[in-house]
């Protein structure tokens, strides 16, 4: 079993990508970095790749047996998205803060970041390229 399908594997070892997209149907969101209107995240989970993708009119959820990070990163290049590796912490025993439900809260939380101060798809992106974790 390798240790990232391993399920007593502590949280904040587990690795998440996040990928930052332009495309928008909402005319609210067009005030924002071009490039960096809408984010979603990638788990890596027992072996598959789990998407969480919190769209305007639904949470799209969706399991990818097999994927790894690493391809997923390469194929959302491809299509144009820009795309940073990030970890999944354990955020301690902490409520998170109450904020709006967007796509950088779910993301936000799915990664176990409690950062008010995180309120944009850019500045959500800023935070995560300052740790320079694994990839990609």
């Known amino acids: ?3 990232l399908s391993d399920p007593t594997r502590p949280a ?3 690795r998440a990508l996040v990928a930052f997209a332009d495309e928008t149907r909402l005319k609210r969101l067009l005030p924002l970095r071009p490039g960096f209107r809408h984010c979603f995240v ?5 072996g598959a790749a789990v998407l969480v993708d919190p769209l305007s009119d639904r ?6 047996p097999g994927m790894t990070l690493e391809d997923a990163a390469e194929r959302w290049r491809e299509a144009g998205f820009t795309v940073v590796g990030a970890r999944v912490r354990e955020p301690g025993r902490r409520p998170a803060p109450a904020a709006p439900l ?3 809260e779910v ?7 409690h950062a008010r101060g995180i309120l944009t798809p850019h500045r959500l992106y800023r935070a995560l390229e ?3 974790e694994y990839f990609p």
């Open 1 to 3: 079993m390798s240790d």
């Open 12 to 14: 904040d070892r587990e």
């Open 107 to 113: 993301v936000k939380r799915t990664l176990g970041i």
């Open 59 to 64: 949470m799209a959820v969706e399991v990818f």
């Open 130 to 132: 300052e740790e320079k």
């Open 102 to 104: 967007t796509c950088v």
């Open 42 to 46: 990638l788990l890596e989970r027992r």
